[in-house]
């Protein structure tokens, strides 16, 4: 079952505005990781926050987290058009053995030159 | 490229046949995931390995589905007597331990006619 639930589904901006994406989780975890996903391709992964974290950036990537609304953002700047892809939040359940990842729908980004 | 491969990229099959996938995750990394995604949904997992012994599965993976890791290394997936909904992208990941960047393969893309 999915447990994550990204939000827009779908996202369309021109090139070099900012992309902002959101992720809803349902129980307690260890850390949160965003991946991309171009059409067809396979998962590479973005970024990941710990739980006992807040905030965390790389490159053009923000990624902030909070725990007790189990919620996270993922911020990115001055998009591009190679940003053009289906971005997923992952948890891995502090409740559960072997870390798997439990990833949301997924949201869409549409980036135009 | 994460370092994870997977074989073939593409299978296409008749309904009832067998198909077998292989993995080599990144040669250092104990923990390997399977995950199996459907058109316009995330990843969902499918079973894992630490080192040669299978952890854990999903209820996902009925008994046409068999895994196997030996020697710790690659990892097999196989799926007998395929049916139409067996259709999907089947994806592995490794790490080198818990609460661990997970680094996925390109794929293998299935499609059951």
């Known amino acids: 079952s999915q447990q994550g639930e990204e939000d827009p589904q779908a996202l369309s901006i021109q090139e070099g505005e900012n992309a902002t994406m959101n992720c809803s989780y349902k129980t307690s975890i260890n850390n949160l990781q965003w991946y991309r996903q171009n059409s067809g391709r396979g998962l590479v992964h973005l970024i990941l926050i710990r739980s006992n974290e807040r905030e965390k950036h790389s490159g053009r990537l923000r990624v902030t987290l909070d725990t007790s609304k189990k919620s996270s953002s993922l911020l990115i700047t001055a998009s591009r058009a190679a940003d053009t892809a289906s971005y997923f939040c992952?948890?891995?359940?502090?409740?559960?053995?072997?870390?798997?990842?439990?990833f949301g729908k997924g949201t869409t980004l549409s980036v135009s030159s | 490229d994460t370092g994870v491969s997977q074989d073939p990229r593409h299978k296409i099959t008749k309904r009832g046949q067998n198909v077998t996938f292989r993995c080599d995750p990144i040669?250092?990394?104990?923990?390997l995931y399977w995950y199996r995604q459907t058109l316009g949904q995330g990843p969902e997992f499918l079973t894992y390995?630490?080192?040669?012994?299978?952890?854990?599965k999903s209820r996902l993976l009925s008994d046409r589905f068999s895994a196997e890791r030996p020697k710790g290394s690659f990892s097999t997936l196989e799926i007998q007597r395929t049916e139409q909904g067996d259709s999907a992208m089947y994806l592995c990941?490794?790490?080198?331990?818990?609460?661990?960047?997970?680094?996925f393969g390109p794929g293998t893309r299935l499609l059951v006619l």
């Open positions: 992952a948890t891995d359940s502090s409740d559960q053995a072997g870390t798997a990842l439990i």
């Open positions: 990941a490794s790490l080198p331990g818990p609460q661990e960047t997970q680094y």
């Open positions: 040669s250092e990394h104990n923990r």
């Open positions: 390995f630490q080192n040669e012994a299978q952890l854990e």
